[in-house]
């Protein structure tokens, strides 16, 4: 039997039109989900960018026998890693990620992880290890040893003490010519120079000097050396090329520390016991002007495009803010209790001050040095901290 009903017909087509209409509709809300989904995710990956990479400032505590890690995204210190006696002195690697740490007082160097943030190994060297010069291909590290008379040699590969060069008394600062063929040598004790020729039978030559050489300043081209003699009032330029001495700059005094302008052109030199900051012409080997300074100007460090000399004030506890353009201070910025070392980021936002009298850090925003604002924050170290690197 054939049951013809108009009410069925219009029932069923009434059903498949509905189903039609909930699938369309069902389509279009995954589609709506679907889209919503992927704005939100890509708003959210908008409000949180991935972390910037690692960058570490890694300061040793003379005091504490210890290296503090600050972390320079937050500006905060993330880690205290102990090494042996006394430790003054920090190198980096370029090129890969090893740190050296100076142990003056237990005749060692430290070898710090810089991305683990971890101490890998201890080297014996000399006695009173005081400064290092790392190769710029990085395979050799130069340690001068104070009390030994030494530079004690590191083979960078193995982390071994392979061999030294012997020297007379008292090396404490090292200058490697640029392509590593030269290592001169400050000997304060004798009161003289060394030059350890690195090609060929690598020998040791003394230059006389009758004075105590602190720092060293090597032209970009090698062809001048310049040496701050603070028991004097000098500083002694030497040829870098026939190693003869040229002149004695008379400046004020106490000259400690030196800082090249990047472009070879000047010499700034921290005169410990004159308030001031004197300027070396290197073409002419003359002093030309000078910088007041706070008490007791002791280290600097200039920016890349030589626009800013900052030099710390021992005895004033301050930073001054120096533009060699103009020859003028800028500012005058109070830090902690005796303010010695300096670095700048690699970006030259901040600078930080190493503060050896409040065991600290004090760190400045560059941009605001006019503004009087320039102080960000302090973080505490260990006791006394002596040096800074940031890797």
């Known amino acids: 039997m054939i049951i ?19 699938l369309s509709a069902l389509r279009k809300r995954v ?35 210890t ?11 993330i880690k205290t890693l102990s090494v042996e006696k006394s430790p003054v002195k920090i190198a980096a690697f370029r090129d890969t ?8 007082g237990s005749s060692s160097i430290t070898v710090i ?28 590290a130069y340690v001068a040893c104070y009390e030994s008379n030494q530079v004690s040699v590191i083979d960078c590969s193995t982390l071994r003490a392979i061999k030294s060069f012997p020297t007379r008394a008292g090396p404490n600062v090292l200058k490697l010519t640029s392509k590593d063929t030269r290592l001169w040598v400050s000997q304060f004790v004798d009161g003289s120079l060394g030059v350890i020729h690195l090609e060929g039978d690598e020998r040791f030559e003394q230059i006389p000097h009758q004075e105590s050489p602190m720092d060293m300043i090597l032209l970009p081209d090698g062809s001048k050396m310049f040496v701050s003699n603070p028991a004097s009032e000098r500083v002694t330029v030497f040829d870098g090329h026939t190693l003869e001495k040229l002149g004695e700059i008379t400046l004020g005094k106490t000259p400690m520390h030196m800082v090249r302008k990047p472009d070879g052109g000047e010499v700034y030199v921290t005169n410990f016991d004159s308030e001031r900051v004197d300027i070396i012409n290197t073409v002419t ?6 910088f007041p300074g706070g008490r007791n100007p002791i280290c600097g460090v200039i920016s890349h495009d030589a626009s800013r000399l900052y030099v710390s004030n021992f005895g004033s506890n301050s930073v001054s803010v120096l533009e060699p353009s103009t020859r003028q201070v800028l500012a005058s910025i109070p830090v902690g ?22 065991d600290d850090v004090t760190v400045l925003r560059t941009d605001f040095v006019r503004s009087g604002n ?16 940031i890797k």
Not at 113 to 140: E, H, M, N, Y
Request: charged residues 15%.
């Open 337 to 358: 209790v005796h303010p010695e070392h300096l670095c700048l980021s690699p970006d030259e936002r901040y600078l930080f001050v190493l503060n050896s009298g409040s």
């Open 113 to 140: 992880d810089s991305i683990d943030l971890a101490v890998i190994k201890t080297i014996p060297v000399g006695r009173a290890p005081l400064d290092i010069a790392v190769s710029s291909d990085g395979r050799f």
């Open 4 to 22: 013809n009903c108009p009410h069925l017909a219009i029932l069923g087509q009434t059903n498949s039109t509905h189903r039609m209409q909930g």
């Open 31 to 65: 589609r709506w989900l679907f889209a919503v989904l992927i704005l939100s995710s890509c708003s959210i990956k908008e409000r949180t960018p991935p972390p910037p990479p690692p960058i570490h400032a890694f300061i040793s505590n003379l005091g504490s026998n």
């Open 67 to 77: 290296v503090s890690v600050i972390d320079l995204n937050s500006l905060r210190k």
């Open 285 to 290: 080997n003359t002093q030309n002007g000078s």
């Open 374 to 389: 320039a102080l960000l924050t302090v973080i505490q170290t260990g006791a006394r901290p002596s040096a800074i690197v």
């Open 97 to 104: 990620r090893l740190l050296l740490v100076a142990n003056a």
